[in-house]
Every structure is written in C-alpha cells, then in structure tokens.
Nanobody, 124 residues
C-alpha cells in the first residue's frame, strides 16, 4: 500500500509560483498513475493534473493549462506540481492522488489513494 504526503503549500502573491511535492511510501510507486486535485471552501473537488506511471502522458484541467506542470521522479517516489502565474482563484487545499485505473478514470473520480492535503493561498 502506498501512502502519500504532500508538501510545498503556502502563501504567495498573485503572479508568483509554488512547487508542490507528494512523497509516496512503498515500493510500488512506479505502478501508479498519479494526480493532483484541489478543493476550495464551499466548492466541489476539482481535477488539476495527472501523469501516467512512466511520466510519458500528462493531462490538465482547463483552468490550469499552460500554467501548471506535473512531473514525477520514480527513483525518488515523488510527484511534483509546478504552479506558475498563480491567481487568487487557485487558492485551495491541494490533494495528491494515486490509482491503478486509467488516466481518464483518475481524472473523473480520482484513484483509491489520497494524501492529507496542503493549503495553497494566493493573495491579490
């Protein structure tokens, strides 16, 4: 079983950047497709980005395309989310996610494993 721990959240001004990390325990990290979701207060959970097990395929939510980049380092059991040109509407708790399902299924409903979340706050 893989456990996920996010880090890298914080407070940043609009236009700034942050890089989130998700460290996974367990020896089977490279078998999982990975994703990032976010949830703002009073709003539904939103898909942000996903990456397949090898890192060769990525997918992004429309609201972050061109600004966010997902990547992974299987040797370090870590997935990253580089967030540039941040906007106040990016403020949310960001969750790391992992699953064996396909990329489409992960995007729609998320995989089976979730991290505890990390807060990102973007001030105007």
């Amino acid at each position: 079983q893989v456990q996920l721990v996010e880090s890298g959240g914080g407070l940043v001004q609009a236009g700034g950047s942050l890089r989130l990390s998700c460290a996974a325990s367990g020896r089977t990290f490279s078998n999982y497709n990975m994703g990032w979701f976010r949830q703002a207060p009073g709003k539904e959970r939103e898909f942000v980005a996903a990456i397949n097990w090898s890192g060769s395929i990525t997918s992004y939510g429309d609201s972050v395309k061109g600004r966010f980049t997902i990547s992974r380092d299987n040797a370090k059991n870590t997935v990253y989310l580089q967030m540039n040109s941040l906007k106040p509407e990016d403020t949310a708790v960001y969750f790391c996610n992992a699953g064996h399902d396909g990329m489409f299924q992960l995007k729609v409903r998320g995989g089976d494993l979730w991290g505890q979340g990390t807060q990102v706050t973007v001030s105007s």
